[in-house]
T-cell receptor, first 115, second 113 residues
Framework: EAGVTQFPSHSVIEKGQTVTLRCDPI?????LYWYRRVMGKEIKFLLH????????ESGMPNNRFLAERTGGTYSTLKVQPAELEDSGVYFC?????????????FGPGTRLTVT | GENVEQHPSTLSVQEGDSAVIKCTYS??????FPWYKQELGKRPQLIID?????GEKKDQRIAVTLNKTAKHFSLHITETQPEDSAVYFC????????????FGQGTELSVKP
């Protein structure tokens, strides 16, 4: 089965610009999570979708970040306008079951650099 | 808020030695504790996990122990090999409440041949 994919793998943008990251979860996985790792620190939770609904967006840093998952398949995370502190690696993860324990499979990440 | 403390941040061992990484969590309702390994340039991958109703779990050379009273859990790698070199992340989660993972800061393990 194909793993979680993310696009692009790298993005370099200037402060004030807009960037959209995409995540394609494993087919059939209802749960989709976004995480971020900044400057070698811990991987931090951003938000969680169950199908197309936002289950938990408590980790979103501010209203410059907008996540969508139209149709319950792929998801996008838009940063607008980007700030220097948004630089980091953005990971997407997916899992199958809504109830019970299920492994979260991670994508390779998108490295975002804001200059 | 919820947080997980992980130590050490870096660990260097000789091939064949054991490595131990320790984590402490703050949310007493956490009931699922996975460990992820991230090799350079690759995605984090689950290597072992433990649920709160179990005190220890082993899978070949890796084992995890959990002390719910003290709210800490540890990863043990025996007979380390150079291919064990990677960044290891512990995490805590309430799997029955959405399952978001709260990660530790990561441990960079280096195994010298």
């Amino acid at each position: 089965e194909a793993g979680v994919t993310q696009f692009p793998s790298h993005s370099v943008i200037e402060k004030g610009q807009t960037v959209t990251l995409r995540c394609d979860p494993i087919s059939g996985h209802d749960n989709l999570y976004w995480y971020r790792r900044v400057m070698g620190k811990e991987i931090k939770f951003l938000l969680h979708f169950v199908k197309e609904s936002k289950q938990d967006e408590s980790g979103m840093p501010n209203n410059r970040f907008l996540a969508e998952r139209t149709g319950g398949t792929y998801s996008t995370l838009k940063v607008q306008p980007a700030e220097l502190e948004d630089s980091g690696v953005y990971f997407c993860a997916s899992s199958r079951w809504v109830t019970g324990i299920d492994e979260q499979y991670f994508g390779p990440g998108t490295r975002l650099t804001v200059t | 808020g919820e947080n997980v403390e992980q130590h050490p941040s870096t660990l260097s061992v000789q091939e064949g030695d054991s490595a131990v990484i320790k984590c402490t969590y703050s949310d007493s309702a956490s009931n699922y504790f996975p460990w992820y390994k991230q090799e350079l340039g690759k995605r984090p991958q689950l290597i072992i996990d433990i649920r709160s109703n179990v005190g220890e779990k082993k899978d070949q050379r890796i084992a995890v122990t959990l002390n719910k009273t003290a709210k800490h859990f540890s990863l043990h790698i025996t007979e380390t090999q150079p291919e064990d070199s990677a960044v290891y992340f512990c995490a805590a989660s309430r799997y029955n409440q959405g399952g978001k993972l709260i990660f530790g800061q990561g441990t960079e393990l280096s195994v010298k041949p």
